[in-house]
């Protein structure tokens, strides 16, 4: 439900910038046409789409601003941060404009006319292109900081008002996880509320601190965090059990939440490998975070929307006929479900057509993988599963949201419970929904296969998530459908 929030925000954000910016590229547009030309144009067309350049500014100003970070959930950057990350988009986003007005050459929007009477500054008369231009690299910035600056006073006033919170634990007790609890209650503009303390120490006496619960030490981290979901963690342990560090992000790994760490050092002392950002004077690392959310979140569900719908539509004969298939083929449902793990360990049921003689056996099945050459098989079932197609009924697990036409594969609870403890790392593969295909799937990594390689694959998606990686992925899958499956 958070996630959702997440991307339905980012996506509202994202229509507003846009509007921004066509406000910004009016008014360098009227700042030409009355104060250098003089005149407005006589074609509608230059009017309301050539010449405001429009069609240009919102693709590449947007990009710009999304490859910034600026569409994703980060409640404890700065205003001033937000307005330095605004500033480098436009300085990207503008010069990508002129490259792409000159690429099309259009004379009217590069040079325009320089008529008599012209402003002149430093003996150089300025031309209708230099004005829109430059007006519009002023107006840019200076207009989508104004937004956001707006968009944060709402922020603040619905988040003092319980709305929009995010849930966080503190696991240190001691001087520095309280400087972490009074700051995120002293900026209650980040939604960020405290809901518990944890111990830095292996058990703990205390009952409360700072008006809050503390829940046990680490000796209890995993049965806390399993009791008293959050959706952060934030590691505030003196530097004097700074050893305890690697210890508690690897027991972390268990759990699909965002990790922050709350150096006991001056920024100055930070490593360079982590993401420094800093909350009212305290620095924060961000050592791991969810790449699904904001704007990458929203686009990645309407392709799954937009693909699960069309899917169907167009192989909603083949699947018709597979269902006729089954039933003839054997006696017992056609649909088989099986309870499956996805995004943050949420439990759903994943559809499949059936494949064995006993839908029972392969739903109550042990804590493996099916064998190739499983007797309980049908020899339709054996066709549907080296062609995959078995999996088209997880078309409509797409469709309501509980799993992604392109993720890391679902597992079963108790194959989770069992890696989760062996294999590190595995537990992110929850940070994105599971998906029908995935990059360990076009790659031959599927069934009863290497389970190492596996995780390598499904983390390397998980790290390196992109719309265009998913667009490869369904590209690719196309051309390796069944590769390896039985």
Not at 12 to 19: E, P, R, Y
Not at 192 to 221: E, W
């Amino acid at each position: 439900m958070l996630k959702r929030q997440h991307q339905l925000f980012a996506a509202l954000l994202g229509v507003s910038d846009g509007v921004v910016i066509a406000l910004a590229c009016y008014a360098a547009w009227a700042i030409r046409r009355m104060v250098v030309e003089g005149f407005f144009a006589q074609s509608w067309e230059n009017w309301a789409i050539r010449e405001p350049l429009l069609p240009l500014a919102l693709p590449f100003v947007l990009t710009s601003m999304w490859g910034m970070g600026l569409y994703r959930a980060r409640r404890d950057r700065t205003l001033l941060g937000e307005w330095a990350q605004v500033l480098k988009a436009t300085l990207v986003g503008v010069p990508m404009i002129v490259v792409a007005v000159w690429a099309v050459g259009n004379r009217e929007m590069i040079g325009g006319a320089t008529p008599y009477g012209a402003p002149v500054v430093w003996g150089v008369a300025i031309h209708a292109g230099r004005a829109q231009f430059g007006s519009l690299a002023v107006l840019l910035p200076l207009f989508l900081c104004v937004h956001r600056t707006g968009v944060r006073f709402i922020l603040r006033s619905a988040r003092r008002r319980g709305y929009n919170l995010r849930h966080v634990a503190i696991v240190g007790v001691g001087r520095l996880g309280q400087i972490v609890c009074h700051t995120l209650v002293r900026n209650p503009w980040t939604g960020l509320s405290v809901a518990y303390f944890i111990s830095h120490h292996a058990s703990s006496r205390q009952a409360m601190r700072a008006g809050l619960p503390v829940r046990g030490g680490l000796d209890d981290l995993e049965e806390t965090l399993s009791r008293h979901r959050v959706d952060a963690v934030y590691l505030a342990i003196p530097s004097a059990t700074g050893a305890l560090l690697p210890v508690l992000l690897q027991r972390l790994q268990k759990f699909a939440v965002d990790v922050r760490v709350v150096p006991d050092v001056q920024p100055r002392f930070v490593p360079q490998s982590m993401v420094v950002n800093e909350l009212d004077g305290m620095p924060i690392l961000s050592y791991r975070e969810n790449t699904s959310t904001g704007l990458g979140g929203f686009s990645k569900r309407v392709l799954d929307v937009g693909g699960s719908l069309a899917a169907m539509l167009l192989l909603s004969p083949l699947m018709l006929l597979l269902g006729l298939v089954v039933k003839i083929g054997s006696p017992g449902p056609v649909i088989f479900r099986q309870q499956r793990v996805s995004m943050g360990g949420k439990v759903f049921h994943l559809y499949k057509f059936r494949t064995m003689f006993h839908a029972s056996d392969e739903e109550a099945g042990s804590a493996a993988w099916t064998r190739r050459n499983d007797p309980r098989i049908t020899p339709v079932g054996r066709i549907l599963r080296r062609t995959s197609l078995d999996e088209l009924p997880q078309l409509f697990n797409v469709l309501r949201g509980e799993m992604s036409l392109v993720g890391p594969r679902p597992e079963r609870p108790e194959l989770i419970s069992r890696f989760r403890e062996d294999w590190r790392g595995y537990m992110l593969r929850q940070h994105v929904k599971a998906g029908i295909t995935g990059w360990a799937q076009v790659n031959g990594l599927r069934g009863d296969t290497s389970l190492r390689k596996r995780v390598q694959y499904d983390l390397f998606y998980v790290r390196h998530w992109s719309l265009w990686f998913d667009l490869r992925i369904l590209w690719l899958t196309m051309f390796r459908l069944g590769r390896n499956a039985h």
